[in-house]
């Protein structure tokens, strides 16, 4: 009777908190997604409109999310392990860790369709690919990246944007001044960043903790300068622009008779073929590097040297006496980690068309370290929900155009929008300061107690 009685309070906490978390998502996207202004020519005002179907998904969506993140902790042992509760959890917890990269690739691949049913327009549909979901995918692979630098290796860095610019200025150089395409210049923005990893990786081979942080920090605007500075290569404070867009080998995507449109036969005009198509495609492309880098980023964990990572975050010194090569452990660490950065950064400069030194500022570093901090370090579900949160957030912060109705014309909720993001971020780390999904569990541990012979245990200390 006992059991069944604390299931039954699981369920029902369970259940209260996904309704408590809906009601809180219909106060914070009721006036972003419920509302929106119209221009209305005729009578030269603006119209309030009511976008109730879209709220609708918005709020059973993040019900959903927050069911899932209740299954996964109970199935980690964080709810009572006797209960229905926790045996569902623990099934989700087994597949959420090993098929994150299926269960990502299959949600942000059906987001256009799921857009469109909910009838917000293929307008509107092309807004949230391109400054919604591809946006949000590059920081995902960032996070992910930075997540084996500071969430698997335990190494403070505030200088990632630095590999996040070099990829981005090596495919915009190179595609602008010699021709090259996307497909040659992507896995050669990662080697690059890789290798300026490797660079930053040298003189910090004996510092740790806030020291670590100082050089990396130094680090990422060193390259912000030379940015600014070395004008004939990278354009100055002006940066580069007219990047070419990536396009299939020999289809280009425009108007003319062998672009992608006539080629497919799909509908051809110059918004389709120099917007939309380009886009879209670019989404895709940028979904599949993200899968890669969630395979590999679960995959290294598994091997040794994800074991050396984790063994150093936990403690220098010990994993110095088991006989692991620090050196080559933090120099792993912060090249693979720059890798993803440079991937990122290519697909960045892609999509914008046009980078400058503005786009790489410090406060990317801890937009993108707040993102690994927030999900969970070491966690890959915590570092997608975190991602989704907060650049999602701040996208869907710019919609609060509803407020002039209230304040006036010359209000600009652009202003606000950090004010109210900065707020919830504190609020947060209250709640959970470990992170939504905190996962810092080894990878290698003992699947059963087994006893310990005693002609291995000193007399006195067994």
Known sequence: MASSNKTGTSLTGAIADILLWGVIAIGLFGPIIGFQTISDNTTQSTILQSRWTALAG????????????????????????????AAVGGVL?????????????LGFAIVFPILTIL????????KWISNYGIIILIYIMLGWGLNIVVGLAGLLDLGYVAFYAVGAYTYAILSTRFGLSFWILLPLGGILAAFWGIILGFPVLRLRGDYLAIVTLAFGEIIRIVLINWEPVTGGPAGINDIPQPS?????????PHGFAATFGLPNTRFLSGFVYPNVALYYVVLVLVLITAVVSSRLRRLPVGRAWEALREDEIACRSLGVDTTKTKLAAFATGAMFGGLAGVCFAARQTSVSPESFVFMESVMVLSIVVLGGSGSLLGVVIAAIAMQGGLELLRELTFLKHIFGQDFDPDQYRYLIFGLAMVLMMLWRPR????????????????????DLVKEGHG
Not at 119 to 126: F, I, K, Q, T
């Open 435 to 454: 992170g939504l999904i905190s996962s810092r569990s080894p990878t290698a541990f003992l699947r059963e107690r087994r006893a310990v012979s005693g």
């Open 119 to 126: 009838g917000l327009g293929p307008n509107a549909s092309m």
């Open 93 to 105: 917890a087994r597949w959420g860790t090993s098929r994150v990269p299926l269960f990502l690739g």
């Open 248 to 256: 299939i080998p020999g289809i280009p995507f425009d108007a003319s």
């Open 58 to 85: 918005m709020v059973v969506a993040v019900m959903v999310i927050r069911a899932l993140i209740m299954l996964y902790q109970a199935g980690k042992g964080r709810e009572s392990g006797h209960s229905r509760l």
